[in-house]
Structures are given as C-alpha cells and as structure tokens.
C-alpha cells in the first residue's frame, strides 16, 4: 500500500504562486501515473492535472497554461506549480493514482487564494 502525504498549501493572494508537493512510499509509485485532485467547498473532488509515470502530462482546462506538474521518481515525489492563482482556486489539494484513485487519500492540503 502506499502512503500519501501532501504539503506547500496555505494563503495566497490573487496572482500569487504555490508548490504543492506529495512525498508517496512504496516503489510503486515511479510505475504508476499519478494525478492532482482539488475539492473546493460544498462541491465533490475534481481532477486538476495528470502526469503518468513516463513524464507525460495533462491539466483540466481551468489550470491550463498557470499550472505545471512534474515528478521526481527517484525521491518519489509528486509537484504541482500552481501560477496565477485565482479566487476559484481554493480548494484542498491531494494527490492520488491516475486514472483511478485507488491508494488511500491523504490529508490533503489547503489552499486558499484571496485579498
């Protein structure tokens, strides 16, 4: 099984930046194609961006071209760059297999973007 722990999260201004990082253990993880997930409140959880595990990504259209996420196979860890952080951004981040989420969720991380 493998366990996910995301940090980086927190208060941002509009137009600010944040790296969310997910340290995963389990070798597993440098196989396996992962995905970023937010949920904002009082909705249900949503992909934000996908990279499988040869580097090759995707993002939702709403983070295009603002967000980037990239891995580090060797430290087993999962990055998202977050850019141009909007309003509609908030939301608790975490990270999980793609494209089904079938490790255990983590806690999460909160981030939250306003003035």
């Known amino acids: 099984q493998v366990h996910l722990v995301e940090s980086g999260g927190g208060l941002v201004q509009p137009g600010g930046s944040l790296r969310l990082s997910c340290a995963a253990s389990g070798s597993i993880f440098s196989r396996t194609a992962m995905g970023w997930y937010r949920q904002a409140p009082g909705k249900g959880r949503a992909l934000v961006a996908s990279i499988t595990s040869s580097g090759n990504t995707n993002y939702a259209d709403s983070v295009k071209g603002r967000f980037t996420i990239s891995r580090d196979n060797t430290k087993r860890i999962l990055y998202l760059q977050m850019n141009s952080l909007k309003p509609e951004d908030t939301a608790v981040y975490s990270c999980?297999?793609?494209?089904?989420?079938?490790?255990?969720w983590g806690q999460g991380t909160q981030v939250a973007v306003s003035s």
């Open positions: 999980n297999a793609f494209p089904a989420a079938y490790f255990d």
